[in-house]
């Protein structure tokens, strides 16, 4: 529908008529059918100046009007027959108006349809989002319920746990500590029968005397690396920067005597500086060495290495690698246990917690060791460090 605004005026209206009436007559006096452009260009303009269908009848109505009031009655009916081919080349354009303009209505009616079952469509799947937006928050909120009563529970359990190994570490020291003091005792009593009255005492009871001392020098070094034992477990946070290169110069010092005696060696390689218990880190390295001092093979001088190597993950390895008598596979889940021996007290002294204590200290460290040994080929002991503790 035109709006007002848009509407032809009066005087529009007659210009269209005189033009109208103008081509009608070219025509009907003409025998040139060419002459029809004129309607179609009358037409066109007509369109474009939107001239309605009706307004056109009306001034072909005019036009044909004063025509046949200029002619005889035998020349109306040629005259009305020409008019009537003119009338319809003129509307013949405003026809394929109208087709184009309901086709375009048709289109523009098919896309206004095809836009809502689309937007339609984005309001279901808005729906269904927000659904399922509602349903995951839901399943979050249970989770995060669920997540948090399992870390309070987790906190409540660790805090038990590290109450319990304070009392376990406060337990043991004090056992050991009080069991030390008598056991010192006995030693330097059978230390005084010995001296006093050894000479006096049959071949048999020197024995017996003998094997006592030696039991108790046993239970001195078991005291002894328990105590130790009861103090990793209480040393888990004091960890500061520390050099290990000179701590394993301190240990070398401390084994001199033991190495010369059995005209052994140990190689120190470059070793970084660590993050770590100080205390911890040497007894760890202290057994180690002690170990591969220890577990020699008859007629080899032990060879301890201590040297670094970076993986290709990036990560720091220190390793201590010996050429002892090395440990059999069955063995190596076994090495690591508290109080576990692989051989005889008289073969091999020691209290079997030497490695239990290494394993230890690197359980506090968050360090991983593992093991490689063949009998007879030595062993190698790598720890994996965490690269946050290297500084």
């Known amino acids: 529908m035109i709006n007002s605004a848009d509407e032809i005026t009066e005087t529009e209206i007659s210009d269209f008529g005189a033009f109208y009436s103008g081509a009608l007559r070219k025509y009907l006096v003409s025998q040139d059918e060419d002459v029809l452009d004129s309607a179609h260009l009358f037409s066109r303009s007509a369109l474009g100046k939107r001239l309605t269908f009706s307004e056109l009848a009306s001034l072909h109505h005019r036009a044909c009007v004063a025509v046949l009031e200029t002619v005889s009655a035998a020349e109306t009916r040629q005259m009305v027959a020409r008019m009537e081919v003119f009338f319809l080349e003129v509307a013949a354009v405003y026809d394929m108006a109208l087709k184009g303009y309901r086709q375009n209505l048709e289109q523009l009616h098919r896309e206004i349809e095809e836009r809502r079952k689309a937007e339609q469509e ?7 989002l927000a ?3 509602d349903q995951l928050d839901d399943q979050v909120r249970a989770r995060t319920q669920e997540l948090e009563v399992q870390s309070n529970k987790l906190r409540r359990q660790n805090a038990r746990l590290v109450q319990t190994n304070l009392e ?3 337990f043991t ?10 056991n010192n005792t006995i030693r330097m009593i059978l230390q005084i029968l010995a001296q006093d009255y050894g000479s006096s005492l049959d071949e048999e009871a020197r024995s017996l005397l003998t094997a006592a001392l030696e039991t108790a020098d ?3 070094k078991i005291i002894e690396d328990v105590l130790k034992y009861s103090q990793t477990l209480g040393d ?3 960890h500061e920067t520390v050099s290990l290169a000179k701590t394993l110069q301190t240990i070398a010092e401390d084994t001199k005597a033991d190495l010369l005696s059995n005209k052994g060696q140990l190689d120190l ?3 970084p500086d660590l993050i770590c218990s100080p205390m911890q880190v040497r007894i760890m390295f202290q057994n180690f060495i002690s170990n591969a001092i220890k577990f020699r093979r008859d007629g080899v001088a032990p060879r301890i ?10 990560g720091t390895d220190i390793v201590v690698r010996d050429n002892g008598i090395g440990i059999a596979e069955e063995h190596k889940a076994r090495i690591f246990g508290l109080f576990q021996r692989l051989h005889t007290y008289d073969v091999y002294p020691g209290s079997g917690l030497g490695l239990a204590l290494c394993q230890r200290v690197a359980s506090n460290h968050g360090w991983n060791i593992s093991i490689t040994s063949k009998p007879g080929l030595g062993s190698s002991f790598r720890i994996s460090i965490n690269p946050e503790q290297l500084p």
């Open 131 to 133: 659904r399922q937006r």
């Open 305 to 314: 290495e201590v040297f670094t190597e970076v993986q290709d993950d990036g």
């Open 122 to 128: 984005l309001r279901n799947v808005t729906v269904e």
């Open 168 to 170: 376990q570490s406060d």
């Open 173 to 182: 020291y004090a056992i050991s500590h009080d069991l030390k003091s008598p």
């Open 269 to 271: 390689a470059d070793l």
């Open 218 to 220: 046993r239970m001195i």
């Open 236 to 238: 888990e946070t004091r």
